[in-house]
T-cell receptor, first 117, second 112 residues
Framework: GAVVSQHPSRVICKSGTSVKIECRSLDFQATTMFWYRQFPKQSLMLMATSNEGSKATYEQGVEKDKFLINHASLTLSTLTVTSAHPEDSSFYIC?????????????FGQGTRLTVV | AQSVTQLGSHVSVSEGALVLLRCNYSSSVPPYLFWYVQYPNQGLQLLLKYTSAATLVKGINGFEAEFKKSETSFHLTKPSAHMSDAAEYFCALRGSQGNLIFGKGTKLSVKP
């Protein structure tokens, strides 16, 4: 099956610093990728839709200036958490699909555990 | 609005027993439904998906799910639980943007 690679898997950073998370589709091109956030013992909530070559679409309540998304190529999307605070600590997961068909499987990255101290 | 409800945040079964994880959905359009499994600190792996071709869908690791339109349900089952099945399971519905709308998840524990 297709592989989506997410890096890093774990990161600890100091409050006020920025952290970049990468999401790569290794064997297919993805014009659209999705970024989710998962709070402890809760479900995944869509943060934003990353579109190659254009601005990301953010869900209501997600600060676009805090969570910067760049989809510079058909195989790479990055999420940068700027000026991180302890409340940003969470599990972030990206996903991508081979195409936009509704019945197409979404492949997920391994996730990134962010801890802000 | 589209939504997914998973009944039971935690299900515990004995090894060899039937596994039943419940999922109900709400959608104004024909739904595309998925079941994913998540192991601790990992991403999600697809178990199976419903795409309207057949109401009984077979997935990996012996899991299957039946789509029942009249009940707006897509429950996940496995005849005989194995210790390795212990994980978090998510039911998901494809949203209009192509994203997935997830249920809150059900943690499955398997007792020896």
């Amino acid at each position: 099956g297709a592989v989506v690679s997410q890096h890093p898997s774990r990161v600890i950073c100091k409050s006020g610093t920025s952290v970049k998370i990468e999401c790569r589709s290794l064997d297919f091109q993805a014009t659209t990728m999705f970024w989710y956030r998962q709070f402890p013992k809760q479900s995944l909530m869509l943060m934003a839709t990353s579109n190659e070559g254009s601005k990301a679409t953010y869900e209501q309540g997600v600060e676009k200036d805090k969570f910067l998304i760049n989809h510079a190529s058909l195989t790479l999307s990055t999420l940068t958490v700027t000026s991180a605070h302890p409340e940003d600590s969470s599990f972030y997961i990206c996903s991508a699909s081979r195409n936009s068909n509704m019945n197409t499987e979404a492949f997920f990255g391994q996730g990134t555990r962010l801890t802000v101290v | 609005a589209q939504s997914v409800t998973q009944l039971g945040s935690h299900v515990s079964v004995s090894e060899g027993a039937l596994v039943l994880l419940r999922c109900n959905y709400s959608s104004s359009v024909p739904p595309y439904l998925f079941w994913y499994v998540q192991y601790p600190n990992q991403g999600l792996q697809l178990l199976l998906k419903y795409t309207s071709a057949a109401t009984l869908v077979k997935g990996i690791n012996g899991f299957e799910a039946e789509f029942k339109k009249s009940e707006t349900s897509f429950h996940l089952t496995k005849p005989s639980a194995h210790m390795s099945d212990a994980a978090e399971y998510f039911c998901a519905l494809r949203g209009s943007q192509g994203n997935l709308i997830f249920g809150k998840g059900t943690k499955l524990s398997v007792k020896p």
